[in-house]
């Protein structure tokens, strides 16, 4: 009768298979603050992705979209965090207090050492303020336009003119709604719940928008120009005119 051996050995040079670690889900990434691009221009956004920077211009002035934060609560002065939609840093501001002529100078860094836009009123006080924009990033300052608040339309309804170097007029930002605009303005809790958007037009095309997301202590204020797929808008006026308008909102009225 035969009799049980027990287990074969293994033959020599032989190492077992390692057991593979147990399967673990990848965490989430966080979620994205900028809202998803609506599907007609979809394609040209993820276009825009691998789009070769124009030479010469700053990597954070070539952006489509992008979002502005500010602190709401702050004592003197306002700063102003602008990202791109990894949330990575493009351009910071900090806008100083008690100034009766603007002159902003946005900058590529927190320590303030790269500038790259100035945006400089022409007057002290003016109802119908012009802001000149200038390019410093190379050392100098190259003026690449301005933008120009419609005085007392604007007490209704939010209208700026888009000029080019030679001041001739090119383009329009305009608030959302001549209704909803007088609400926001009488209504101060309106702004929670009927954010300001505005539309921007060059020669008569729209060109993109720019939508605020308010909440009581941060400013979000999201840019999306993916529809101006041959960029006809310079990114660097988008940029001045976002951070201008997140600058001086409220206290225009």
Known sequence: ???????????????????????????????????????????????????????????????????????????????????????????????????????????????????????????????????????????????IGALKRKGLKSFVRDEWLIFDTQDREIGLIQEDSSDLALVRRFISAAALVLPQSYNFTLHGRPVGFMKQNFNPFVMKLTADFTEDIEQKFDRRLAAAAATLLCCIEGKQR
């Open 1 to 143: 009768m035969a009799m049980n051996q027990g287990p074969t050995a293994p033959p020599p040079g032989w190492t077992p298979t390692p057991t593979p670690p147990p399967f673990q889900q990848p965490p989430a990434s966080p979620p994205s603050e900028f809202p998803p691009t609506p599907s007609p221009q979809q394609d040209s956004f993820a276009g825009s992705e691998s789009r070769p920077l124009k030479p010469g211009l700053h990597p954070s002035l070539q952006h489509d979209r992008f979002l502005i934060r500010r602190k709401i609560l702050t004592f003197i002065g306002r700063k102003m965090h602008t990202y791109d939609e990894m949330m990575n840093l493009l351009l910071f501001t900090h806008m100083k207090g008690f100034k009766l002529k603007e002159d902003i100078t946005v900058y590529a860094d927190i320590e303030r050492q790269e500038p790259l836009l100035r945006i400089r009123a022409r007057r002290i006080i003016d109802i119908a303020a012009t802001y000149d924009i200038h390019d410093v990033s190379g050392g100098g300052e190259v003026h």
